[in-house]
């Protein structure tokens, strides 16, 4: 279906050099755009213009550094893997200062904040090295600690679940032992967290 045809009256002009003919709609016409088509309502260029469109519109990921065509220009910062991929280590960090700021603790983690600390850990449980499934209060919620940047460490659920309702900061003795990890790493743990 041709969108801008239904929903303009006048046949589409490229937006570059004002054209009338020969102009493609780019859902159409560009594979790197095919894909946009469904969240877009198109931009039109003439097949002389098309280079210079994409050239454009093409942003460099923050995160991998290679270009990718998008029409938010400006806005997006990501490619679509790179998007994914940052948007699932983050998604817990809304959740988390939700549950904090409804019991009255604090609750100043910024996402980028929660970016820092999971690659200063590789991605990994602070504890076991396994993988990171959950955001691990090192002073726990029922102690008053709050979802802020020298709280949160990224744990496995296992070690989250043995760790219970022990504070990294007040009970190291119990906590080494209940997770079977020396004394010594919870310090380290403890260290990062006093640098934010
Ligand atoms: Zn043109
Ligand atoms: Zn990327
Ligand atoms: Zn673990």
């Avoid at 820092?116 to 850990?121: A, E, G, I, R």
């Avoid at 659920?157 to 900061?169: H, V």
Wanted: hydrophobic residues 30%.
């Amino acid at each position: 279906m041709d969108i801008r045809r239904c929903s303009m009256n006048k046949p589409p002009e490229c937006d570059i050099c004002g054209r009338s003919e020969g102009v493609d709609l780019f859902c159409y016409g560009i594979p790197e755009l095919r894909k946009l088509s469904s969240s877009w309502y198109g931009d039109a260029a003439c097949t002389d213009c098309q280079q210079k469109w994409i050239e454009r519109h093409t942003v460099i990921c923050c995160d991998c550094g290679t270009g990718y065509v998008t029409v938010n220009v400006g806005v997006a910062r990501r490619c679509d893997p790179c998007a994914k991929i940052y948007n699932s280590r983050v998604s817990a960090v809304s959740t988390e200062k939700k549950r904090a700021k409804d019991k009255g603790l604090s609750s100043t983690m910024k996402r980028s904040d929660w970016v820092v600390t999971l690659d200063h850990f590789g991605n990994q449980c602070a504890y076991c090295s396994g993988p990171y499934e959950v955001i691990e209060h090192f002073s726990p919620v029922v102690n008053e600690g709050g979802t802020d940047p020298f709280n949160c460490i990224p744990a496995c659920s296992r070690c989250n679940r043995i760790k219970g309702t022990l504070d990294g900061r007040t009970q190291r003795e119990d906590l080494s032992e209940r997770l079977g990890i020396p004394i010594s790493q919870l310090l380290q743990i403890e260290d990062y967290l006093n640098q934010f």
